[in-house]
């Protein structure tokens, strides 16, 4: 008899096999007559696997002949007696007293071990004899997300071709069944045996018919709902079609025959071509094949004149050029005759006789002149003025070699050393292990301030917040590992990186300043942030939301644009958690372009990385990158994606075809909306797996577009030479931000400690005209925490 059913107990175990029966409201037992008490009792009805829809209980249903009492255990525990309703009957063929228990199940007890482990229940039934266990029913949440894993794509398909439509139904519980329509009406395969629905849900049409052209939807429901999908346009076209030839005609007048064809089997329709080729064919007919005509009278008339009229013409041609020679003769002997009285003397009118070498008095063109012609190419670029430039810049150079003053402290020169130092001390149970990621330092009273360069996190230590007279070795680090990564549930979203400082449990007279950055769109009517923090144990408890911050609480937030500044009298493992209140909540998403560095292949990839807008994350992308080789190729853009439940989509365009190809099958690549939404993937990215036609190629432009479906979208125009600049991430870009990672007292701090001073005292005292510290936090819209910001708020 198990030790949990106290209930039982108070009747009397010994009262209750001795055939006694509780009363009041201990009524789940019951006496077995003496002929039946060596009955194992036997399940008439088991509970069954069951889902809570929305918020309505479910009902487990037990019942047993013979049985004494029935309880039920639900997760290994015994479900109180009160929460069980019982009923007996005999069963009148028997004799055999039945009874039966049912319970019933909330969502809220199902939610308690969400993500632990499934929640089922069992039922024991007793008799004098023994106990049996029934089968255990398990209990799930119904649901049915909104977006489509796949959705059907429109076609143009030709007639009596295969047709297939892809559809990947939403994530639910149970799984959503399929079904498909075509302009509204649901295509049934048992009717239509040249269709079939396939076991992975795609639809299937053997031999395209006219009358399978129409809108295409696929529908998913279950318990919970019923989605439908985008709808897909079908277009079946017919190609027109060559009749046969028809036969040769009779032979003709001109001795030609000819034949004729129509294009109506098929004729052309729905946007299908025309028929190809010739539609009237002729021949030459042959010599026997040519009607044979006879030559009248008249016709002989005629060819004998025509043959008279050209043998005159002829006779008449010879007399003219005869006639013309003889008086050319006669002219050439006139002149000879002449020229015995003009010797010796030549008229000015006369040209001279052309020399034997008279060609080398032509001008020649001049080969040594020169034309300039512009070499480059006639597209138009894009400006570059504005480019992100990996080579030049202030943000490249070198760290300054200058040293800072420490006033009444000490920096760590071994961040190793110091933590293998401070490993040794039992309180120190969150010590950091990642020092490229971590900062460390030793303060005291003078305060200071720690960074992790180009991640946008530090830790401001105001003077007097160490205790005078403490030392204390302070550090700070972004967490990456898995096994810390926030439980988070329903529209909960990670909207900044998990921080942690310590060593936990010091005392501080005053709040510390923890800034980092945030992704959410700074608007707080769209959202409830809570900041969460790890406890001793490793789990996470809520410490503060903001808008709702009590004077008396050790926290507070001040949320600006892109930063959060965390006021916090207790160090520790700190994160921000949004959770939407509506659609309109946006994260900002950094999308990043890299490529190879070097390209020796037809292939060349282009990843695309879809990360939040938090510098701690781009970091250890540029980091990641450089130990591929890959290189930034356009400046990264930020994209608001809203918790609207759509996916995000990703594609590439104008491409020069005569160059370039995609490899992508698909019109785009996609990233489902909740691996994005949830934050627990640090970063994303999709790669475009190009080819280019030629070795030779090295120029690419292209279009690459990211969007939300129904939200926001960016994109890259990209133009660049693939074999130029193939260096990889330099390693100069990630030391950007020059800021030291520990500062030790004044010189920590962007406001002198004299000037400090004088503004608190003199915005400290009341002033009658308003111009005081309550004005200034009034102002700010930080009246709530003024008295705090004007002691703590020393940058």
């Given at each position: 008899m198990p030790s949990l059913l106290g209930p039982f107990v108070r009747c009397g175990l010994v009262l209750l096999f001795a055939g006694f029966t509780c009363t009041g409201s201990e009524h789940a037992t019951a006496t077995l007559p003496a002929a039946f008490s060596d009955l194992?009792?036997?399940?008439?009805?088991?509970?069954?696997?069951?889902?809570?829809?929305?918020?309505?209980?479910?009902?487990?249903?037990?019942?047993?002949?013979?049985?004494?009492?029935?309880?039920?255990?639900?997760?290994?525990?015994?479900?109180?007696?009160?929460?069980?309703?019982?009923?007996?009957?005999?069963?009148?063929?028997?004799?055999l007293p039945i009874m039966q228990v049912t319970?019933?199940?909330?969502?809220?007890?199902?939610?308690?071990?969400?993500?632990?482990?499934?929640?089922?229940?069992?039922?024991?039934?007793?008799?004098?004899?023994?106990?049996?266990?029934?089968?255990?029913?398990?209990?799930?949440?119904?649901?049915?997300?909104?977006?489509?894993?796949?959705?059907?794509?429109?076609k143009e398909v030709a007639l009596d071709q295969e047709v297939l439509l892809r559809c990947h139904p939403p994530e639910g519980v149970p799984q959503a069944e399929v079904e498909w329509q075509r302009n509204e009406d649901v295509i049934t395969p048992a009717s239509d045996p040249n269709v079939f629905i396939t076991t992975d849900y795609n639809l299937v049409i053997k031999k395209a018919r006219l009358a399978d052209?129409?809108?295409?939807?696929?529908?998913?429901?279950?318990?919970?709902?019923?989605?439908?999908?985008?709808?897909?346009?079908?277009?079946?076209?017919?190609?027109?079609?060559?009749?046969?030839?028809?036969?040769?005609?009779?032979?003709?007048?001109?001795?030609?025959?000819?034949?004729?064809?129509?294009?109506?089997?098929?004729?052309?329709?729905?946007?299908?071509?025309?028929?190809?080729?010739?539609?009237?064919?002729?021949?030459?007919?042959?010599?026997?094949?040519?009607?044979?005509?006879?030559?009248?009278?008249?016709?002989?008339?005629?060819?004998?004149?025509?043959?008279?009229?050209?043998?005159?013409?002829?006779?008449?041609?010879?007399?003219?050029?005869?006639?013309?020679?003889?008086?050319?003769?006669?002219?050439?002997?006139?002149?000879?005759?002449?020229?015995?009285?003009?010797?010796?003397?030549?008229?000015?009118?006369?040209?001279?006789?052309?020399?034997?070498?008279?060609?080398?008095?032509?001008?020649?063109?001049?080969?040594?002149?020169?034309?300039?012609?512009?070499?480059?190419?006639?597209?138009s670029r894009h400006d570059t003025t504005g480019k992100f430039s990996m080579t030049n810049g202030p943000l490249l150079d070198p760290l300054p070699n200058g040293s800072h003053t420490l006033h009444n402290g000490k920096l760590n020169s071994d961040p190793a050393e110091f933590v293998s130092r401070l490993s040794t001390q039992s309180y120190f149970k969150t010590l950091p292990r990642d020092v490229a990621n971590s900062s460390y330092g030793t303060f005291n009273f003078l305060g200071g301030r720690l960074t992790i360069p180009s991640t946008g996190i530090s830790l401001l230590i105001p003077p007097e917040a160490i205790p005078r007279g403490k030392i204390y070795e302070i550090y700070l680090t972004v967490q990456r590992k898995e096994d810390l990564r926030l439980p988070l549930a329903g529209c909960q979203t990670l909207l900044s990186p998990v921080v942690s400082c310590g060593p936990p449990g010091v005392v501080l007279s005053r709040p510390v300043i923890l800034s980092m950055d945030h992704c959410s769109d700074a608007c707080l009517d769209?959202?409830?942030?809570?900041?969460?923090?790890?406890?001793?144990?490793?789990?996470?408890?809520?410490?503060?939301?903001?808008?709702?911050?009590?004077?008396?609480?050790?926290?507070?937030?001040?949320?600006?644009?892109?930063?959060?500044?965390?006021?916090?009298?207790?160090?520790?493992?700190?994160?921000?958690?949004?959770?939407?209140?509506?659609?309109?909540?946006?994260?900002?998403?950094?999308?990043?372009?890299?490529?190879?560095?070097?390209?020796?292949?037809?292939?060349?990839?282009?990843?695309?990385?879809?990360?939040?807008?938090?510098?701690?994350?781009?970091?250890?992308?540029?980091?990641?990158?450089?130990?591929?080789?890959?290189?930034?190729?356009?400046?990264?853009?930020?994209?608001?994606?809203?918790?609207?439940?759509?996916?995000?989509?990703?594609?590439?365009?104008?491409?020069?075809?005569?160059?370039?190809?995609?490899?992508?099958?698909?019109?785009?690549?996609?990233?489902?909306?909740?691996?994005?939404?949830?934050?627990?993937?640090?970063?994303?990215?999709?790669?475009?797996?190009?080819?280019?036609?030629?070795?030779?190629?090295?120029?690419?432009?292209?279009?690459?577009?990211?969007?939300?479906?129904?939200?926001?979208?960016?994109?890259f125009s990209l133009d660049f030479n693939i074999a130029k600049d193939t260096r990889a991430v330099d390693s100069e870009f990630l030391l950007m931000d020059s800021t030291a990672a520990a500062l030790a007292g004044p010189s920590a701090f962007q406001i002198p400690y004299l000037i400090r001073q004088k503004i608190c005292s003199s915005l400290d005292a009341p002033c009658p005209n308003g111009a005081d510290w309550r004005m200034l936090a009034q102002r700010l819209k930080l009246e709530r925490r003024s008295k705090r910001l004007c002691l703590s708020h020393t940058r």
């Open positions: 194992l009792p036997h399940f008439l009805v088991e509970p069954e696997d069951e889902f809570i829809v929305k918020n309505k209980p479910v009902t487990l249903t037990c019942r047993s002949s013979p049985a004494t009492q029935i309880y039920f255990k639900c997760n290994g525990e015994w479900v109180h007696q009160d929460d069980h309703l019982i009923e007996r009957t005999v069963d009148p063929a028997t004799a319970i019933d199940i909330t969502r809220q007890q199902v939610e308690k071990i969400f993500g632990l482990d499934e929640y089922w229940c069992q039922c024991v039934a007793w008799s004098t004899t023994g106990t049996q266990k029934s089968q255990k029913a398990y209990i799930r949440i119904a649901y049915l997300r909104k977006n489509f894993e796949e959705e059907p794509q429109g052209t129409g809108n295409y939807t696929c529908v998913a429901k279950n318990i919970v709902a019923r989605r439908k999908s985008t709808s897909a346009t079908v277009l079946v076209y017919v190609d027109g079609g060559w009749s046969e030839w028809s036969k040769w005609s009779a032979c003709g007048a001109d001795c030609s025959m000819w034949r004729s064809r129509e294009c109506t089997q098929p004729s052309p329709g729905t946007g299908g071509k025309d028929c190809q080729g010739l539609d009237l064919q002729s021949l030459n007919c042959t010599s026997e094949q040519c009607p044979q005509t006879v030559s009248g009278a008249e016709d002989v008339a005629l060819y004998v004149g025509m043959v008279a009229v050209a043998l005159c013409l002829t006779l008449l041609l010879i007399v003219v050029v005869l006639v013309y020679r003889r008086k050319k003769e006669d002219l050439d002997a006139d002149v000879a005759d002449s020229s015995i009285l003009t010797t010796g003397f030549q008229p000015m009118g006369i040209k001279p006789s052309k020399p034997e070498n008279s060609h080398l008095l032509t001008i020649q063109p001049d080969l040594t002149t020169t034309t300039t012609s512009y070499q480059g190419t006639l597209r769209n959202w409830a942030i809570r900041l969460k923090k790890q406890n001793y144990e490793g789990t996470w408890e809520d410490v503060l939301l903001m808008g709702e911050e009590l004077v008396s609480e050790p926290y507070y937030c001040q949320l600006e644009a892109e930063t959060c500044r965390l006021f916090s009298e207790q160090l520790g493992t700190l994160a921000l958690v949004g959770e939407s209140l509506h659609m309109g909540a946006a994260k900002r998403l950094r999308l990043v372009l890299f490529s190879d560095a070097y390209c020796s292949t037809l292939e060349y990839n282009i990843r695309v990385y879809c990360m939040d807008d938090t510098q701690d994350v781009f970091k250890e992308v540029m980091q990641m990158e450089r130990q591929l080789g890959g290189r930034l190729i356009d400046e990264p853009h930020v994209l608001l994606f809203k918790d609207s439940y759509h996916n995000l989509r990703l594609s590439i365009h104008d491409m020069p075809q005569a160059h370039w190809r995609s490899k992508l099958l698909a019109g785009y690549q996609e990233i489902p909306f909740y691996h994005i939404w949830n934050g627990s993937q640090r970063y994303l990215h999709c790669t475009f797996t190009l080819e280019r036609l030629s070795l030779s190629t090295c120029e690419l432009t292209c279009q690459l577009c990211v969007w939300q479906v129904e939200g926001e979208g960016q994109s």
